[in-house]
């Protein structure tokens, strides 16, 4: 089966402008999620979906950052206006379950944004 | 909230020398899972632990989660080139959905 996709898979921007990353899911997937990860750190959860619901976005900087999965499927997330410090890999992944943490996740390959 | 911790950091073995990195979460969990990342590419399932004590085992690597549910480890044994990477632990905890990853533990092998 095809994996997880995203696109761009790097991207530079200057401070305060937006940005935007694209995520599609293993087909037949319900949950997806973006993860954010820093260098030597392990991936830490922005936003979680199932379906098309946002069921956890509680980590999610809202002032800045802006997610949504119309029909279900693939995903957009947003920041406007991006900071220096927003600089990270954008990790999409996506598994069959509902409820969080019970199957395996798959990630995708990251976009890895820089910030000048 | 629920914190998961991973010990060492870093390790840099010889090829042939066993490695082990421990995961310690803050809260019981209801389940574990651990993903490896290879330099430069993303994280990748590699097992889940459910049951209090359960050992699992995949070639070389054992996979043991503690009696309390509250640690965790992973074991290779005879170390080669390809099992270089990052090791991560994630823990769900007993009364949320989250799954919280670890910080990790980067593995280098020396041939």
């Known amino acids: 089966e095809a994996g997880v996709v995203q696109s761009p898979r790097y991207k530079i921007i200057e401070k305060k402008q937006p940005v935007a990353f694209w995520c599609n899911p293993i087909?037949?997937?319900?949950?997806l999620y973006w993860y954010l990860q820093n260098l030597g750190q392990g991936p830490e959860l922005l936003i979680r979906y199932e379906n098309e619901e946002a069921v956890d976005d509680s980590q999610l900087p809202k002032d800045r950052f802006s997610a949504e999965r119309l029909k279900g499927v693939d995903s957009t997330l947003k920041i406007q206006p991006a900071e220096l410090g927003d600089s990270a890999v954008y990790l999409c992944a996506s598994s069959r379950e509902r409820g969080g943490g019970n199957y395996e996740q798959y990630f995708g390959p990251g976009t890895r944004l820089t910030v000048t | 909230g629920q914190q998961v911790m991973q010990i060492p950091q870093y390790q840099h073995v010889q090829e042939g020398e066993d490695f082990t990195t421990y995961c310690n979460s803050s809260?019981?969990?209801?389940?574990i899972q651990w993903y490896k990342q290879r330099p430069g590419g993303h994280p990748v399932f590699l097992i889940q632990?459910?049951?209090?004590?359960e050992v699992k085992k995949q070639k070389r690597l054992t996979f043991q989660f503690g009696e309390a549910k509250k640690n965790s480890s992973l074991h290779i044994t005879a170390t080669q080139t390809t099992d270089v990477g990052t090791y991560f632990c994630?823990?769900?905890?007993?009364?949320?959905?989250?799954?919280?990853f670890g910080a990790g533990t980067i593995l280098r092998v020396k041939s």
């Open positions: 809260t019981t969990l209801s389940n």
């Open positions: 994630a823990g769900r905890g007993v009364y949320g959905n989250k799954l919280v």
């Open positions: 087909s037949g997937h319900n949950t």
């Open positions: 632990l459910v049951k209090s004590g």
